[in-house]
């Protein structure tokens, strides 16, 4: 079965950096789509980074573009998320997702289809 492993959530001060993980696993076909989306306290869950190995190509929020890189490791089944020069509105539990019937990058949460389960990111002021 499909699972998806995030890891490397933690507490920051603003300014700094942390480095997400998500190890995918079980996956039939090499195509497919990882990406990475979260959720502020009291708000909706929004996308902030994918890569798809379909195609290679990326996407990020704007609010993230020139802070976050996201980059996979396809040998390792590996996909991270630097994120650089955080901020105290980044703070969130960050999920990362899988795109397998179309296996190409998503913005929206609804486009997913496979979940694993979040990693919380808090970024102190």
């Known amino acids: 079965d499909v699972q998806l492993q995030a890891s490397g959530g933690g507490l920051v001060q603003a300014g700094g950096s942390l480095r997400l993980s998500c190890a995918a696993s079980?996956?039939?076909?090499?195509?497919?789509?990882i990406g990475w989306l979260r959720q502020a306290p009291g708000k909706e869950r929004e996308g902030v980074s994918c890569i798809s190995r379909a195609d290679g190509s990326t996407y990020s929020a704007d609010s993230v573009k020139g802070r976050f890189t996201i980059s996979s490791d396809n040998a390792k089944n590996m996909v991270s998320l630097q994120m650089n020069g955080l901020k105290p509105e980044d703070t969130a539990v960050y999920y990362c997702?899988?795109?397998?019937?179309?296996?190409?990058?998503?913005?929206?949460?609804?486009?997913?289809?496979?979940w694993g389960k979040g990693t919380l990111v808090t970024v102190s002021s």
């Open positions: 997702a899988a795109k397998v019937i179309s296996p190409w990058c998503g913005e929206y949460e609804y486009e997913y289809d496979y």
């Open positions: 079980g996956f039939t076909l090499d195509d497919y789509a």
